[in-house]
């Protein structure tokens, strides 16, 4: 059973920076496309950003787009999410989430092992 480990969380003023990771255990961390996923107070979680099992695919959801980056080392078995000119509207819980598959895909039902969640607050 793979366990997946978030860190990088924290508090930073708006405009700054994060970098989150997501350690996996196991040796099939390669085969499985990888996503990180958000959930604010009161809201469901939603989307942020996949990628697929080489790197080759990934997606974002808009209002991140051109501030986050998401990637991979195989080798460490680690993803990543680099946000970057963050607002106080990216404030929620960060979770890492293994796909069930190899391709990049946005829908929460299609991830079958996630993370404990790192917080993220972005004051303004």
């Known amino acids: 059973q793979v366990q997946l480990v978030e860190s990088g969380g924290g508090s930073v003023q708006a405009g700054g920076s994060l970098r989150l990771s997501c350690a996996a255990s196991?040796?099939?961390?390669?085969?499985?496309?990888m996503g990180w996923f958000r959930q604010a107070p009161g809201k469901e979680r939603e989307f942020v950003a996949t990628?697929?099992?080489?790197?080759?695919?990934?997606y974002y959801t808009d209002s991140v787009k051109g501030r986050f980056t998401i990637s991979r080392d195989n080798a460490k078995n680690t993803v990543y999410l680099q946000m970057n000119s963050l607002k106080p509207e990216d404030t929620a819980v960060y979770y890492c989430?293994?796909?069930?598959?190899?391709?990049?895909?946005?829908?929460?039902?299609?991830?079958?092992?996630w993370g404990q969640g790192t917080q993220v607050t972005v004051s303004s």
């Open positions: 989430a293994r796909s069930v598959g190899t391709l990049a895909v946005v829908a929460t039902n299609q991830y079958n092992a």
């Open positions: 196991g040796r099939t961390f390669s085969s499985y496309a």
């Open positions: 990628i697929s099992w080489t790197g080759g695919r990934i």
